[in-house]
């Protein structure tokens, strides 16, 4: 099926099932990239509701067919740092390394952003892996019955990401001068991310920068948050052979070269929260 086809019928599929986008879609001119971000919006503000057959083998051929398009970085073949040797620095685009896991830096409803094309982390991974992850992380949530606090960790499939896995946390939300708490909660995210990994077998996880944009989490204290909680846990005898820190600023590079020693740029990637 034709490149455009194939998304008007993603579009057409996912209008079915919300007839109150219609006036709005009508706005999308017909061309391939405004059909395709009208396709990113819709699976954006989609609610978790039960998928059809015919949507999920069509939106699984199209962001497979984006997955080899965008290029797989193998996280395997990353170089590691002078400060750890199963430490390693990539910048770019998470949701093209090829890792047991990746890290989704949420919200506390944990079901992915609704912003229609929001520039967070979470709606990159979200928009990249397919409206399985929302439904699945839709039932974790509900089996929970609360909001997920800041700390902890949830792991689901990746579906249509390069990563197997995704593990799930929320940072906290700095709200003026960074407190102890603030502090601790952003160290338990790497400690809870990594021990679920672990638990599970997994021997590559990948990090984005938690809280460190919509959060404003001071980028400098927690890359020194990170690095130490995640240098910390390797001192143990676990699964995980390989850590990478994922980040998209220059800001944010130039941080942890200076404490890792080193690092290797790439192409720009999504904000964090």
């Known amino acids: 099926m034709e490149h455009l086809q194939q998304i008007q019928?993603?579009?057409?599929?996912?209008l079915e099932d919300m007839p109150e986008y219609r006036s709005q879609a009508q706005a999308f001119p017909p061309d391939a990239p405004s059909q395709r971000r009208l396709l990113r919006s819709?699976?954006?503000v989609r609610p978790p509701m039960p998928l059809r057959k015919d949507f999920l083998m069509a939106q699984d051929a199209l962001l497979s067919a984006e997955r080899e398009e965008?290029?797989?970085v193998d996280a395997a073949a990353l170089p590691v740092t002078a400060l750890h040797p199963r430490i390693a620095l990539w910048k770019g685009d998470i949701t093209r390394l090829k890792a047991d896991a990746i890290v989704d830096a949420d919200n506390a409803a944990l079901l992915g952003c609704f912003c229609p094309c929001h520039g967070c982390i979470d709606n990159a991974i979200h928009s990249a892996a397919g409206l399985q992850l929302r439904d699945e992380c839709s039932r974790i949530m509900?089996?929970?019955?609360?909001?997920?606090s800041a700390g902890r960790a949830k792991?689901?499939?990746g579906y249509n990401l390069p990563a197997r896995r995704v593990l799930?946390?929320?940072g906290p939300i700095v709200q003026g001068t960074v407190t102890r708490r603030d502090r601790e909660a952003l160290a338990s995210c790497y400690r809870a991310c990594l021990e679920l990994a672990a638990k599970h077998g997994l021997e590559s996880v990948a990090f984005c920068c938690i809280s460190t944009g919509e959060f404003h989490f001071p980028n400098q204290e927690a890359a020194e948050i990170a690095v130490e909680a995640v240098t910390a846990f390797l001192r143990q005898n676990t699964s995980i052979q390989k850590v990478i820190f994922n980040v998209f600023k220059d800001l944010d590079e130039a941080i942890y070269r200076r404490i890792l020693g080193a690092g290797q740029a790439a192409e720009a990637g999504p904000s964090q929260r």
């Open 42 to 44: 819709l699976m954006n």
């Open 9 to 14: 019928q993603l579009n057409a599929l996912l």
């Open 155 to 157: 792991l689901t499939r």
């Open 142 to 148: 509900k089996a929970q019955g609360h909001p997920e």
């Open 168 to 170: 799930h946390t929320v």
């Open 70 to 72: 965008k290029g797989i």
